[in-house]
């Protein structure tokens, strides 16, 4: 009688069918810039607010995705940069359009050439950028500080009641430099006694506004505040009027985008966590930035 060896079969069987799922899905259509942007409102954590500038600001939502870059901010050259490395949705944590709400009427209207330019490419590339910034700050912990802290090595010196950073004793023209480094911030102002020694410090990236940089430097254990930018005419000439006064304060100008720039790199390794199947990356803003010799 012909003996039959059942473990060959079933292993061919076994290997057949992971082969027929992998085929499955490999043949299934990518998912839709709108159908990734439901599952990052899934995940994120926070209630989603109605009044919010964190939508779609170019390009169809319904647009097959290929790749996904996060960057700070989306500009023409972040673009061109995502659309050489195959990805078509851009998730940029700061405006597009040049305006905190993206109000593109007046650039329409006069079909200004550098907003034409910039659409041309968006659609000539299928390309779809929505923006993440109110409810990436709203994340706990805050995605931007959370990323910034990491380069910084302050993630253990910074504590979440206060707010603040506590550090070993330095200067402010030695913590100047530390940081420059650390955020690769090729131009950082600095408001302050160069020599001042210091170990408290109010970290506030991006644009906080005055109202805020205030509350900060009112605390009498402030003695740095660091920001990314600000008009001269406020907190500039505040922090310029207390150290005319004798008072422990000084204030460093990262730049908007090398002060948040490293939340939306971690932004790109939080959605690693829970999106497959498309390939995920961050696209750095390059700083416009560069001194005179």
């Given at each position: 009688m012909r003996q039959y060896h059942w473990g060959v079969p079933r292993q061919i069987l076994v290997l057949t069918l992971a082969a027929a799922a992998c085929a499955a899905a490999q043949s299934s259509p990518p998912p839709s810039a709108r159908e990734i942007i439901g599952r990052i409102k899934a995940h994120v954590g926070v209630a989603w607010r109605e009044q919010t500038v964190d939508t779609f600001k170019a390009g169809d939502p319904d647009t097959p995705v290929t790749g996904i870059a996060t960057t700070m901010m989306a500009t023409f050259d972040v673009l061109q940069r995502a659309a050489a490395e195959g990805k078509n949705l851009v998730i940029t944590h700061e405006p597009v359009f040049y305006s905190h709400l993206d109000n593109t009427d007046t650039l329409e209207a006069g079909n200004?050439?550098?907003w034409a330019e910039k659409m041309k490419f968006i659609a000539s590339h299928k390309m779809v950028v929505w923006?993440?910034?109110?409810?990436?700050?709203?994340?706990?912990?805050?995605?931007?500080?959370?990323?910034?802290?990491?380069?910084?090595?302050w993630e253990k010196q910074y504590n979440p009641a206060t707010r603040l950073i506590t550090i070993?004793?330095?200067?402010?023209?030695?913590?100047?430099?530390?940081?420059?480094r650390k955020l690769n911030a090729k131009v950082l102002r600095v408001?302050?006694?160069?020599?001042?020694?210091?170990?408290?410090?109010?970290?506030?990236?991006?644009?906080?506004?005055p109202t805020a940089h205030r509350s900060a430097l009112q605390r009498n254990e402030v003695e740095v505040l660091l920001i990314g930018e600000v008009p001269e005419w406020e907190t500039i000439e505040y922090v310029s009027d207390a150290v005319a006064q004798g008072k422990r304060k000084a204030l460093f100008l990262i730049g908007h985008i090398p002060s948040e720039q490293p939340g939306m790199a971690n932004c790109a390794e939080w959605l690693?966590?829970?999106?497959?199947?498309?390939?995920?990356?961050?696209?750095?803003?390059?700083?416009?930035?560069?001194?005179?010799?």
């Open positions: 200004d050439a550098v923006r993440f910034h109110d409810h990436w700050h709203m994340r706990q912990p805050d995605g931007i500080m959370e990323g910034v802290l990491r380069p910084l090595d070993q004793p330095t200067t402010v023209g030695e913590l100047a430099a530390y940081v420059r408001v302050g006694n160069r020599d001042m020694r210091v170990t408290t410090i109010a970290l506030q990236p991006g644009a906080a506004g690693k966590t829970f999106i497959t199947g498309v390939p995920v990356g961050f696209v750095p803003a390059r700083e416009p930035f560069w001194t005179a010799e």
